[in-house]
C-alpha cells in the first residue's frame, strides 16, 4: 500500500525558508523509474506543479519559482524534501508530495497547510 | 509552457446524467494527460491516466478520450459521489501545467 504524508512549519514569516518532508512508504526512490513530485494549491484555487525528483536523482523544477525551489531525498529514510527560499504571502498554500511511477502521479499525500505571515 | 485550457469552469448535472469535461493544450502533448478529482478537503485522486486508461479501482462510468491538443473526461451516469473538482495534467514538458479546474455539482 502506497502512502504518503507531507510536514512543514505551519506558519513562517516572509523571507525565511519553507523547508518540507514529505514521508513515504510502499515504494522506494531507489527503484528504477520511481519519482516524487511537489504540488502545491493556494486555498480555492488551482494546482500549481513545483519540482520532480527519480530514482536516479534527476530533478526538474518549474522556473516561475525561479532559482527558489530545491528538491532533495534520503532513500534509505523513504523521504523526499522541498526547500522554498525567501518566502512572501504568494507561497501561502496546501502543499502536497505525490508518487511519480509509470502512470504519472498517481498517489497524493494527504497535504500540509503552509501559511506565510507577518 | 504549455497552456491547458479547461472548460467549463463549473457544471451541474442531473443523477445519470451524462457528462464531459475538456482540455484543450497550447500544443501537442502527445496523450501525457491525466484527470484528477479532488473532494473538499481532500487532495487530489487520480482518475485517468495517458489520455484513455482507467486507473486501478476507479468506476467504469468514467473514461478518458482524445489525442494531439484536445483531450476530455466523460462521466456517463453523474452519481452524488461524483460531486467535485477535476482538473487535468500534462506531463508532456516541463514544467508539468494543470487545467484551472471543473467544479461538478449535483442538480
Known amino acids: 500500500q502506497v502512502t504518503l504524508k507531507e510536514s512543514g512549519p505551519g506558519i513562517l514569516q516572509p523571507s525565511q525558508t519553507l523547508s518540507l518532508t514529505c514521508t513515504f512508504s510502499?515504494?522506494?526512490?531507489?527503484?528504477?523509474?520511481?519519482?516524487v513530485g511537489w504540488i502545491r494549491q493556494p486555498s480555492g484555487k488551482g494546482l500549481e506543479w513545483l519540482a520532480n525528483?527519480?530514482?536516479?536523482?534527476?530533478?526538474y523544477y518549474n522556473p516561475s519559482l525561479k532559482n527558489r525551489l530545491t528538491i532533495s531525498k534520503d532513500t534509505s529514510n523513504n523521504q523526499a524534501f522541498l526547500k522554498i527560499t525567501n518566502v512572501d504571502t504568494a507561497d501561502t498554500a496546501t502543499y502536497y508530495c505525490?508518487?511519480?511511477?509509470?502512470?504519472?502521479?498517481?498517489?497524493w499525500g494527504q497535504g500540509v497547510m503552509v501559511t506565510v505571515s507577518s | 509552457d504549455i497552456q491547458m485550457t479547461q472548460s467549463p469552469a463549473s457544471l451541474s448535472a442531473s443523477l445519470g446524467e451524462t457528462v464531459s469535461i475538456e482540455c484543450l493544450a497550447s500544443?501537442?502533448?502527445?496523450?501525457?494527460l491525466a484527470w484528477y478529482q479532488q473532494k473538499p478537503g481532500k487532495s487530489p485522486q487520480l482518475l485517468i491516466y495517458?489520455?484513455?486508461r482507467l486507473q486501478d479501482g476507479v468506476p467504469s462510468r468514467f473514461s478518458g478520450s482524445g489525442s494531439g491538443t484536445q483531450y476530455s473526461l466523460k462521466i456517463s451516469g453523474m452519481q452524488p459521489e461524483d460531486e467535485g473538482d477535476y482538473f487535468c495534467?500534462?506531463?508532456?514538458?516541463?514544467?508539468?501545467?494543470f487545467g484551472g479546474g471543473t467544479k461538478l455539482e449535483l442538480k
Open positions: 505525490a508518487r511519480i511511477a509509470i502512470r504519472g502521479l498517481d498517489y
Open positions: 510502499g515504494f522506494s526512490l531507489s527503484t528504477y523509474g520511481m519519482g
Open positions: 525528483i527519480w530514482w536516479d536523482d534527476d530533478k
Open positions: 500544443e501537442d502533448i502527445y496523450s501525457y
Open positions: 495517458a489520455a484513455n
Open positions: 495534467l500534462q506531463g508532456s514538458k516541463f514544467p508539468w501545467t
